[in-house]
């Protein structure tokens, strides 16, 4: 497992690589904000409420949580509606994996097809937001389960620039963003192209 690079600010990756529950919340945030601020949201977070702990999270006041979430720098442009699906995130933790994150990829030796399965079933992850969260286990988190590239799909290629899996340093991020405004760029011309 490598350093990750997501928030570009050295704590905020310090513990997206040490806590699973952190990597789950920060994909789970990556919509509609930066990249760098989603995955920065774990560890405000953590900062105000003392750690990162599932159980802790799922139990937590909904009122109070969305107002830590809300609190400047906000967690996400849309706190009230991202801090409901971070608890409903953090019940299913519990509920279901015994409070801990990382058995939604590890618990029973998952082949790639079931890892992507359990992320689907997840509150905000839609297959694309999926797949991609795969590839970057497999990427960069150390997932070694059998076949997670092709449950990946494209996001699951070597040596891609497509999503958050692809990006190591400032130079990678460069060209995941180069990427998507090119993906932007096509879809509004295929826009225009029918209209």
């Known amino acids: 497992m490598r350093n990750l690079c997501l ?19 920060g994909m789970l945030l990556d919509q509609q904000i930066p990249m760098e601020v989603a995955f920065a949201g774990p560890k405000k977070i953590a ?13 937590y006041d909904p009122e109070k949580f969305a107002a830590l979430c809300a609190e400047t720098p906000a967690v996400h442009r849309f706190p009230g509606s991202m801090s409901k699906r971070i608890q409903d995130l ?42 991609v969260f795969v590839a970057l286990l497999g ?10 590239q092709e449950a990946a799909g494209d996001y699951g290629k070597t040596g891609a620039h497509m999503s958050v899996a ?30």
């Open 47 to 59: 900062d105000r409420i003392g750690g990162l702990d599932a159980r802790t999270i799922a139990e």
């Open 139 to 148: 990427k960069q988190y150390g997932l070694s389960a059998p076949g997670w």
């Open 166 to 195: 692809d990006v190591l340093d400032a130079e990678s991020l460069g060209k995941v963003r180069s990427y998507k405004k090119q993906m932007k760029a096509q879809a509004k011309e295929g826009k225009k192209a029918k209209a």
């Open 7 to 25: 928030a570009q600010e050295p704590e905020a990756d310090q513990l997206l690589s040490q806590s699973p529950l952190a990597l789950l919340i």
């Open 90 to 131: 953090a019940r299913i933790i519990v509920d279901e994996y015994d409070g801990d994150a990382a058995a939604v990829w590890t618990e029973g030796n998952p082949d790639g097809r079931e890892v992507l399965l359990r992320v689907k079933r997840l509150p905000g992850f839609g297959d694309q937001k999926a797949r």
